[in-house]
């Protein structure tokens, strides 16, 4: 029998450990309220290593089943799920997850504290985060849109604290005509007394188990496509539990989040009211999107920060060539890519959340409110692709080990996929920037103004060169965002994501010379500065070839399958 062993990672605790979130955290809150939350951080950390852990885990061993029938026969449709998925809910409840963005304990730093806990919580909880982006983005909607009591009670359960009375919602978009494109919706609403009834099929329901959802469908008789379509509220179950005139068709089989039910509903005759008035239903549920595009970013980080921890760990654990891997060059120039790529993400989302906070509390200026609606979409179709990138590169780290199951390791990069996809995929959302843009033709040129600011509050002789860098590539967007909006619309689309990705790379470069500024006097002052460089350093802004020539090849190399050999 052969010694042969390895040894495996070991999760420290996820507050002390974390030199990014400690110090922005430091550069972020007011002092006063660091004193007090900091303590509850680092508790949260090191739940984060352990207890959550554990029931994350054992929710992925023991994904959620579907029963349709019970044992006489009767329709029951129940989705029975893990013991640890429902702890999960309760631990959610209790720390305030969702309840902390309203009750606002510290104006509008709450949601960056609320941000910071779910970041801790995140990738220990088995996805559970997804239930709570859905129930906080639907409690952003009924405080906003509420048209009666019943839609005030479903707010208050959405934001409690006590267990028994929380509740979760589901965002239920998408029907079988297309995720993305929901201006087909298909599901009808029939009035019934002061209520309504849909009929119809969602295709995709995440967290299925929630007490509520929020909805689309079309009154009968509205216009076709999006503007038709008016948001519903819908409560799932009856007292006995059971579905109201609901069916589950079928839990969906994922690549990744396998704790997370997910699955395809028939509503037949449920009851729904409407929210905020009638038609428009896409805009009224962009109030949902923005929370949960936020979430989706504040996951993907911190799904990029479990990846390193544990293949940073291991880095120092794991001897091979006669030395432990933090010694061998290559790997460490590897780690450390994943480390400034991470640096970048972070503090892109973190901006992101602040700016929801100033709006929210009705704090934000002008330029705060238009850049939220411009780098929502960024951060998330930015950050939901790297963290795939960095997941992949942390199993890589791991060598074979990152390919086997029972390490666990597999699912760092399951669950990442699924962040580039839901809540609108990188295209999708790359085109959303441009809606952003039509609809406030001046929004890069504050967004290169917002980066000017960063910059000019943050003269340090070592950061120059990269801020100099950063301040061109703004500029190059400004003349870069005037080409493509006055070209050809086709131009403007084929070149939507590589623009997309360029402002958040020049965001980010602002923020990270920033935030390395602020943090000058800590002893994490190397490394931030370091984590600017680097990414300052990077190509900002990718190659934007647009024309005909450039779609003439596009077509070819995308599209062409067949390459004759006889000319
Ligand atoms: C851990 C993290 C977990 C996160 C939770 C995951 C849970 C998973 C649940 C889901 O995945 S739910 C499905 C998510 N689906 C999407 O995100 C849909 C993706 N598709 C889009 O975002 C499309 O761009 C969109 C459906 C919005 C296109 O719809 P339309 O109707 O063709 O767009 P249109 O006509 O441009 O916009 C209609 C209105 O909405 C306009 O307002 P007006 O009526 O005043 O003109 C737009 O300005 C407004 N609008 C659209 N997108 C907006 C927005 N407003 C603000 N922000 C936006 N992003």
Request: with cysteine; aromatic share 6%.
């Amino acid at each position: 029998m052969s010694g042969f062993h390895q040894t495996p990672p070991v999760l420290a605790n996820q507050y002390r450990d974390d030199v990014l979130l400690r110090s922005y955290l430091r550069s972020a809150a007011p002092p006063a309220v660091l004193a007090e939350i900091e303590p509850e951080l680092l508790a949260l950390g090191g739940r984060a290593a352990a207890e959550w852990l554990a029931l994350a885990e054992q929710a992925e061993a023991e994904p959620p089943r579907l029963r349709s029938y019970d044992a006489w026969g009767s329709r029951i449709d129940r989705i029975e799920t893990s013991s640890a998925w429902r702890a999960l809910e309760r631990i959610s409840a209790v720390e305030g997850l969702v309840a902390r963005g309203y009750e606002r304990a510290y104006g509008p730093f709450s949601r960056v504290d609320q941000f910071a806990r779910l970041y801790l919580f995140s990738p220990s909880s088995a996805t559970y985060s997804c239930p709570l982006a859905m129930s906080d983005g639907a409690a952003r909607c009924l405080e906003l849109l509420a048209a009666d009591e019943r839609q005030r009670a479903a707010y208050r359960h959405l934001i409690s604290r006590d267990p028994a009375e929380f509740w979760t919602a589901g965002q239920w978009m998408t029907e079988r005509t297309g995720g993305s494109d929901v201006s087909g919706t298909s599901t009808i609403a029939k009035r019934d007394g002061a209520q309504h009834r849909l009929f119809g099929t969602k295709w995709f329901t995440s967290a299925t188990t929630s007490q509520m959802a929020l909805t689309l469908a079309r009154l009968e008789g509205a216009e076709a496509g999006s503007r038709g379509l008016s948001l519903f509220y819908l409560e799932l179950r009856d007292e006995a539990g059971r579905p109201r005139d609901m069916r589950v068709l079928r839990l969906k089989d994922k690549l990744g989040t396998r704790a997370l039910p997910t699955a395809e509903v028939e509503l037949d005759g449920t009851p729904a009211w409407v929210v905020g008035g009638e038609g428009h239903g896409v805009r009224k549920i962009a109030t949902v999107l923005t929370i949960t595009r936020g979430y989706n970013a504040m996951a993907s980080v911190a799904g990029m920060r479990r990846a390193i921890a544990l293949a940073r760990d291991y880095a120092r654990r794991r001897v091979a060539f006669g030395r432990p891997l933090s010694e061998h060059p290559l790997h460490v120039d590897t780690l450390a890519g994943m480390q400034v790529e991470l640096a970048g993400c972070f503090l892109l989302a973190f901006h992101v959340v602040e700016l929801l906070g100033l709006t929210e509390l009705g704090e934000a200026s002008d330029a705060d409110a238009r850049l939220l609606r411009l780098l929502t979409p960024v951060a998330k179709l930015y950050t939901g692709k790297q963290a795939v990138a960095v997941a992949s590169e942390a199993v890589e780290a791991f060598g074979g080990a990152g390919y086997i199951e029972d390490t666990g390791l597999p699912r760092l990069l399951r669950d990442a996929q699924v962040l580039s996809i839901w809540e609108g995929t990188t295209n999708v959302l790359s085109l959303d920037v441009w809606r952003a843009i039509d609809a406030d033709a001046g929004v890069i040129d504050e967004l290169c103004a917002h980066v000017n600011r960063q910059l000019d509050a943050a003269q340090s002789e070592d950061l120059a060169d990269a801020a100099s860098r950063v301040r061109g590539a703004a500029r190059e967007l400004v003349q870069i965002s005037r080409r493509l909006a006055d070209g050809a619309p086709a131009d403007r689309e084929a070149a939507a994501r590589r623009f997309a990705f360029a402002i958040a790379r020049v965001t980010a470069g602002a923020l990270l010379i920033a935030h390395a500024h602020r943090s000058r006097s800590l002893p994490v002052a190397a490394h931030l500065a370091d984590a600017a460089r680097r990414w300052s350093g990077r190509e900002l802004i990718p190659a934007l070839d647009t024309g005909d020539a450039h779609h003439a090849a596009s077509k070819r190399l995308g599209l062409d399958a067949d390459w004759p050999l006889v000319p």
